[in-house]
Structures are given as C-alpha cells and as structure tokens.
C-alpha cells in the first residue's frame, strides 16, 4: 500500500460526460502527479501540482483539466468524454518538486467511455 | 522532447542477472533517473533512483554512463515474482517546460 487514494476505482460512462477523478496524497507529501496509461500510448504525464500551484504540464487535453486543493487532495476533471480516453488514470505523489525523490502511486482509476 | 526508449520484452530464467537499457537523450539536467516496476492492474512501483555512475540497493543496481543519455536497471538473479513491466522515468526541459517522460516499458517474463 503507497499511501495514496484515489477514487472511484471504476468509472465507467458515456460519450460527451463530465468525470472527476479524485486522489489523496500521502500523508506529507506536497507534490500531485497525474499519469493516464492506455494500452497504446503507455504511462503519459498530464500534470503536477505542488502545495496548490501547477508546477509541470504534460500532454494534457483541454478537455482536462485538474486542481490541488488546501488539504492537498487532488481532482482530475475529465469533460467532452471520447472512446478514447478510455484508459487506467493513476495519481502520484511524492514530498517534493521535480526531478528528485520516489513518486508514490495510487491503484488508479479505471475509465471506459461507451 | 525527450525520446525515452526501452526493449519492448525480455525473457529470462530464474537465477539470471537481468539487464534491461532506457534511452534517454534529452534529460534535464539535474534530474535523476528512477526506475519502476509495475504489475498487471496495479500503479507502479519504485525500485531504483541514480544520478551519475552507479547506485545499488537491496533489489537492483542502476548504472548510469558519464553522458546521462541512458541508464541500466540489474536486477540479480531474477524469480518468478519478478515477472513484470519495467519503466523507467525522467524529466524533461526541451521544449520549455518541464514534464516527466516515461519510457516505453520493457515487459520481463521470468521463466522457470
């Protein structure tokens, strides 16, 4: 068990829906990460957080959008729901900025849009 | 943007050293390499973080040449339980803004 949560651990909804995915860090921990991971592109970073400000972006869709709140649980909005987002959507944390020191990862959330 | 590229799979039998190479040629410069492990259905799983040379703990060595454009997971003498998808990670500056970079993943099969 890493000390991260994030539910639900399914989800499964329709085309054109609004999701939110949510993640609590370890105890601790200042850092969010969001990864989705689908069979064809792999684990793809989508964003960190750090004690509320967003610190790195990856290849996130406007479509998503997330934030980090005061107590440092983290929310992944997912709108406008395609097939293909369809995918296992872990969170991470870790007690610092980039670069350095272990990401903790949740079990994930799985999606699957019909 | 960082290519980071691993063999897609690798097979093994139990008591053998496993090597297992990621490419990396865009690494940010201060950042260190991690590697993960990861188990069908679960998130995945810190093994091993280096920054330069060679880093040893009670489950792997990372070797990491002066050049920092790839790094070497070993795992000794590999069991069954070792069966997995392998990944490494590492940060990314090229293109302005920072990002973390997965490699592709090398799927190990640990045979008996």
């Known amino acids: 068990d890493s000390g991260v949560t994030q539910t639900p651990k399914h989800l499964i909804t329709a085309t054109g829906q609004r999701v939110t995915l949510r993640c609590s860090p370890r105890s601790g921990d200042l850092s969010v990460y969001w990864y989705q991971q689908s069979l064809d592109q792999g684990l793809q970073f989508l964003i960190q957080y750090y004690n509320g400000e967003e610190r790195a972006k990856g290849n996130i869709l406007e479509r998503f959008s997330a934030q980090q709140f005061p107590d440092l649980h983290s929310e992944l909005n997912l709108s406008s729901l395609e097939l293909g987002d369809s995918a296992l959507y872990f969170c991470?944390?870790?007690?610092?900025?980039?670069?350095?020191?272990?990401?903790?990862f949740g079990p994930g959330t799985r999606l699957t849009v019909t | 943007l960082a290519k980071t590229t691993q063999p897609i799979s690798m097979d093994s039998y139990e008591g053998q050293e496993v090597n297992i190479t990621c490419s990396h040629n865009?690494?940010?410069?201060?950042?260190?390499i991690t590697w993960y492990q990861q188990f069908p259905s679960q998130g995945p799983r810190f093994i091993i973080q280096g920054y330069k040379t060679k880093v040893t703990n009670e489950v792997a060595s990372l070797f990491i040449p002066a050049d920092r454009k790839s790094s070497t997971l070993s795992l000794p003498r590999v069991s069954l339980s070792d069966t997995a998808v392998y990944y490494c990670l590492v940060g990314d500056r090229g293109s302005g803004t920072y990002k973390y970079i997965f490699g592709t993943g090398t799927r190990l099969k640990v045979l008996a």
């Open positions: 991470a944390s870790s007690l610092g900025l980039a670069g350095v020191g272990e990401q903790y």
């Open positions: 865009n690494i940010a410069t201060n950042d260190y």
